[in-house]
């Protein structure tokens, strides 16, 4: 079993920016890409950005060049940062890994005012 562990939402102004963390624990091993979805109120879950074993990295059109997914995988870590936030990435980031099967995280809020 895989663990994961998200934290850094909150509330911020638009074109602020958030750090969002998401630690694995567990059966860390048999971990292959890791990313971040997230679902806004109303709206289905959709894909922010996933990153593979080998560090390559995709990104929701929306979010090129204002998010940048790293992973640490000496702390089992994997991170979102968001700049220049706007009103509409308002929503609930979930962390998933994909090992033998799909994990994921417990969300954590991001709500940004305009």
């Known amino acids: 079993q895989v663990q994961l562990v998200e934290s850094g939402g909150g509330l911020v102004q638009a074109g602020g920016s958030l750090r969002l963390s998401c630690a694995a624990s567990?059966?860390?091993?048999?971990?292959?890409?890791m990313g971040w979805y997230r679902q806004a109120p109303g709206k289905q879950r959709e894909l922010v950005a996933r990153?593979?074993?080998?560090?390559?990295?995709n990104y929701q059109d929306s979010v090129k060049g204002r998010f940048t997914i790293s992973r640490d995988n000496a702390k089992n870590t994997v991170y979102l940062q968001m700049n220049s936030l706007e009103p509409e990435d308002t929503a609930v980031y979930y962390c998933y890994a994909v090992g033998p099967m799909l994990y994921w995280g417990q969300g954590t809020q991001v709500t940004v005012s305009s």
């Open positions: 567990g059966s860390i091993s048999r971990i292959n890409a």
């Open positions: 990153i593979g074993s080998t560090g390559s990295t």
